[in-house]
């Protein structure tokens, strides 16, 4: 790809190649089989949740919809990063075409923000069925979904999109060895001649305000209602609103945690070994697609009996 004087188009490669695992090469193979194991998991439970719920008359209900679109998000992750990791594992397919790469960036981040704020959302669902049960009929609606639906996305599309346009108008002078195992926007930026000081800044700052603000509001909405479960009388109410709400709140802070952890060892990175974040990386696009279905659904007593009616159906 060669580069015009007026900058539109600054790039002298068409293609990248994604190094995984630079100092610990051995790792490839000892790890595809439980990363396989987890996508395959990832993909049916997903799979089985969204056809449960779109078959299931009982379950067209606001905070199954939630959970579609959940289970939607999770699906398109994987399918964006998982499969290409396990081919350069397997057959040594580490090339990526330029437009490619920041096509799976700009889907990583999108649909990682579009996560975060369904989390949120589902947050606030469960916050007004256990602090205001008797108003939820009135304020989670089908309508309501439709709007927190169209939120999710025109914030998430919207505040995403500078991030690909700021690293595809970098000049890379031929240098092509990404040392990821996907098209993480630091790691592509980090092969430009230019100053990517502003792909810094607007990756921190747009990271931290729309993770920082639904991990806060998250928060809040669980604090809110762990104060409302405690002051329930009725026996076995706390225990099992605990139980739903503790199982959600411990998940939506392991896929917080572990972000955490991925930008820690990248301001660490002379501490830590660089495969760190990479495997970090990787496996924060699958442990929590594999963990939600199950988590949020088959935990939940509907769904485990919608399950249970369609496989009766099908024999």
């Given at each position: 790809?060669?580069?015009?004087?007026?900058?539109?188009?600054?790039?002298?490669?068409?293609?990248?190649?994604l190094?995984?695992?630079?100092?610990?090469?051995?790792?490839?193979?000892?790890?595809?089989?439980?990363?396989?194991?987890?996508?395959?998991?990832?993909?049916?439970?997903?799979?089985?949740?969204?056809?449960?719920?779109?078959?299931?008359?009982?379950?067209?209900?606001?905070?199954?919809?939630?959970?579609?679109?959940?289970?939607?998000?999770?699906?398109?992750l994987?399918?964006?990063?998982?499969?290409?990791?396990?081919?350069?594992?397997?057959?040594?397919?580490?090339?990526?075409?330029?437009?490619?790469?920041?096509?799976?960036?700009?889907?990583?981040?999108?649909?990682?923000?579009?996560?975060?704020?369904?989390?949120?959302?589902?947050?606030?669902?469960?916050?007004?069925?256990?602090?205001?049960?008797?108003?939820?009929?009135?304020?989670?609606?089908?309508?309501?979904?439709?709007?927190?639906?169209?939120?999710?996305?025109?914030?998430?599309?919207?505040?995403?999109?500078?991030?690909?346009?700021?690293?595809?108008?970098?000049?890379?002078?031929?240098?092509?060895?990404i040392?990821?195992?996907?098209?993480?926007?630091?790691?592509?930026?980090?092969l430009?001649?230019?100053?990517?000081?502003?792909?810094?800044?607007?990756?921190?700052?747009?990271g931290?305000?729309?993770?920082g603000?639904?991990?806060?509001?998250?928060?809040?909405?669980?604090?809110?209602?762990?104060?409302?479960?405690?002051?329930?009388?009725?026996e076995?109410?706390?225990?099992?609103?605990?139980?739903?709400?503790?199982?959600?709140?411990?998940?939506?802070?392991?896929?917080?945690?572990?972000?955490?952890?991925?930008?820690?060892?990248?301001?660490?990175?002379?501490?830590?070994?660089?495969?760190?974040?990479?495997?970090?990386?990787?496996?924060?696009?699958?442990?929590?697609?594999?963990?939600?279905?199950?988590?949020?659904?088959?935990?939940t007593?509907?769904?485990?009996?919608?399950?249970?009616?369609?496989?009766?159906?099908?024999?």
């Amino acid at each position: 790809m060669t580069s015009h004087q007026n900058g539109t188009i600054s790039s002298e490669v068409s293609d990248f190649l994604l190094n995984c695992f630079v100092r610990s090469h051995t790792w490839q193979l000892s790890f595809s089989l439980p990363l396989s194991l987890l996508f395959f998991l990832a993909m049916g439970a997903n799979g089985v949740l969204l056809i449960t719920i779109w078959l299931e008359a009982s379950l067209h209900e606001p905070m199954y919809y939630l959970l579609s679109i959940l289970s939607l998000l999770d699906i398109v992750l994987c399918l964006t990063v998982i499969p290409k990791v396990l081919a350069i594992f397997w057959f040594e397919l580490k090339s990526i075409s330029f437009y490619a790469c920041f096509l799976q960036m700009y889907i990583m981040n999108c649909f990682l923000a579009m996560e975060s704020c369904t989390f949120m959302v589902m947050a606030y669902d469960r916050y007004v069925a256990i602090c205001h049960p008797l108003r939820y009929p009135s304020i989670i609606t089908d309508q309501f979904v439709v709007k927190a639906a169209i939120f999710i996305l025109a914030r998430n599309v919207i505040s995403t999109v500078p991030i690909p346009i700021l690293s595809s108008r970098l000049h890379y002078c031929g240098r092509k060895v990404i040392e990821n195992c996907i098209c993480a926007n630091m790691s592509v930026s980090r092969l430009s001649c230019n100053d990517v000081t502003i792909n810094r800044l607007y990756q921190f700052a747009g990271g931290w305000t729309l993770l920082g603000s639904d991990l806060i509001l998250i928060f809040l909405s669980y604090t809110l209602i762990l104060r409302a479960v405690l002051s329930l009388k009725a026996e076995g109410a706390v225990a099992k609103a605990l139980s739903t709400c503790g199982s959600h709140f411990i998940l939506i802070l392991f896929f917080s945690t572990i972000l955490l952890v991925f930008v820690l060892t990248h301001v660490v990175k002379k501490k830590v070994s660089p495969d760190v974040p990479v495997l970090l990386n990787v496996l924060h696009h699958v442990i929590p697609a594999a963990l939600n279905p199950i988590v949020y659904g088959v935990r939940t007593q509907e769904i485990k009996q919608g399950i249970q009616r369609l496989l009766k159906k099908g024999w």
